[in-house]
T-cell receptor, first 113, second 114 residues
Framework: DGGITQSPKYLFRKEGQNVTLSCEQNLNHDAMYWYRQDPGQGLRLIYYSQIVNDFQKGDIAEGYSVSREKKESFPLTVTSAQKNPTAFYLC????????????FGPGTRLTVL | DQQVKQNSPSLSVQEGRISILNCDYTNSMFDYFLWYKKYPAEGPTFLISISSIKDKNEDGRFTVFLNKSAKHLSLHIVPSQPGDSAVYFCAARNYGGSQGNLIFGKGTKLSVKP
C-alpha cells in the first residue's frame, strides 16, 4: 500500500553535527515538502520540490539543505548552521504543487544534545 | 505576518456537545481551505476541505463553513467524541503563490472530555 515513510522516528545528535532525515514516498507524487513543527507553532515550510532535480527554499530554509535525485526520495540535511535544530520534522507530498491536499509522513523527532 | 490565524490555542468540550474551531485569514487570493487533524508525534491527516466558491461543506460529523467577506472559516464537530481530541490545523492554498502551496495556522488543541 502507498504512503510516505520517514525514518527514523526519533533521532539524537550532538551539537555541531550534520544529520540527514529520510523521506520516501511510493505515491508517484511529483511534489514533496519539508516542514518543521515547534510547540505552539504551526507547520513552517523549510524546502519544497516540484520535480526531480529541482527544489525551492521555503520560509525557514537557513541551516538546511535538500536534494531530489529521485522522484521517490527527498532527504533533508540539518546542518550545524541551524541554530535551533531540535524540532519535529514532517515530510509531505502531493501529485503536483497546487493540488488541494498534501499527504504527510509520520514525522521525525530530532533532538540535538 | 501570519496569513492564517487560529487565535484559540486550546478548546475544551464535553463529549456529545458541539466543537467549533475557528480560523481567520488575510490573503484574499486563497482559493482553497483545508483542516488537518494531528495526534502527538504523528503526521497530520486530512480531515475536510472547502473551495472558496462554496460556503459550506459537510462530511459526517464534520462541517466546514466559509465566510469570504469576513475572511473566516470554522470547523464544526457534532457530536464531539473523546477520539476527536487532537490538534487541528487550518491551512489555506494560494494556487498562484510562489511558495509551497499550503500555509498553515498555529493549530488549536481540542480536548473532548468524557
Amino acid at each position: 500500500d502507498g504512503g510516505i515513510t520517514q525514518s527514523p522516528k526519533y533521532l539524537f545528535r550532538k551539537e555541531g553535527q550534520n544529520v540527514t532525515l529520510s523521506c520516501e514516498q511510493n505515491l508517484n507524487h511529483d511534489a514533496m515538502y519539508w516542514y518543521r513543527q515547534d510547540p505552539g507553532q504551526g507547520l513552517r515550510l523549510i524546502y519544497y520540490s516540484q520535480i526531480v532535480n529541482d527544489f525551492q527554499k521555503g520560509d525557514i530554509a537557513e541551516g538546511y539543505s535538500v536534494s531530489r535525485e529521485k522522484k521517490e526520495s527527498f532527504p533533508l540535511t540539518v546542518t550545524s548552521a541551524q541554530k535551533n535544530p531540535t524540532a519535529f520534522y514532517l515530510c509531505a507530498s502531493n501529485l503536483q504543487r497546487g493540488d488541494n491536499e498534501q499527504f504527510f509522513g509520520p514525522g521525525t523527532r530530532l533532538t540535538v544534545l | 505576518d501570519q496569513q492564517v490565524k487560529q487565535n484559540s490555542p486550546s478548546l475544551s468540550v464535553q463529549e456529545g456537545r458541539i466543537s467549533i474551531l475557528n480560523c481567520d485569514y488575510t490573503n484574499s487570493m486563497f482559493d482553497y481551505f483545508l483542516w488537518y487533524k494531528k495526534y502527538p508525534a504523528e503526521g497530520p491527516t486530512f480531515l475536510i476541505s472547502i473551495s472558496s466558491i462554496k460556503d459550506k461543506n459537510e462530511d459526517g460529523r464534520f462541517t466546514v463553513f466559509l465566510n469570504k467577506s469576513a475572511k473566516h472559516l470554522s470547523l464544526h464537530i457534532v457530536p464531539s467524541q473523546p477520539g476527536d481530541s487532537a490538534v487541528y490545523f487550518c491551512a489555506a492554498r494560494n494556487y498562484g503563490g510562489s511558495q509551497g502551496n499550503l500555509i498553515f495556522g498555529k493549530g488549536t488543541k481540542l480536548s473532548v472530555k468524557p
